[in-house]
Nanobody, 117 residues
Framework: QVRLVESGGGLVQPGGSLRLSCAAS????????MYWFRQAPGKQRGTVAFISVGGNRNYVDSVKGRFTISRDNAKNMVYLQMDNLKPEDTAVYYCYMVSIDGRQSYWGQGTQVTVSS
């Protein structure tokens, strides 16, 4: 059984930083692509960033240069470093895992990020 648990959300002023963490249980982490999604009130959930098994990173245009995704396969952890935060980054952030064979996928419960002065 795989479980994803996010942490690190909170309230931050514009221009500030937060680091989100996602802890994964189970044995498939090193064979999975890891994503961060976000969902703002009244909007659809969308991809923020993802990182491949080999460490290749991709970002949505709106966060390029401000957010950094990373993973630690030894610890079953994925991180999202968020710098220069803007009010439009306010959302619930979700960790998502997809095994490379596509047969298994899991969501975390989400963590709230609020950017406001």
């Amino acid at each position: 059984q795989v479980r994803l648990v996010e942490s690190g959300g909170g309230l931050v002023q514009p221009g500030g930083s937060l680091r989100l963490s996602c802890a994964a249980s189970g044995s498939i982490f090193s064979r999975s692509i890891m994503y961060w999604f976000r969902q703002a009130p009244g909007k659809q959930r969308g991809t923020v960033a993802f990182i491949s098994v080999g460490g290749n990173r991709n970002y949505v245009d709106s966060v390029k240069g401000r957010f950094t995704i990373s993973r630690d396969n030894a610890k079953n952890m994925v991180y999202l470093q968020m710098d220069n935060l803007k009010p439009e980054d306010t959302a619930v952030y979700y960790c998502y895992m997809v095994s490379i064979d596509g047969r298994q996928s899991y969501w975390g419960q989400g963590t709230q990020v609020t950017v406001s002065s």
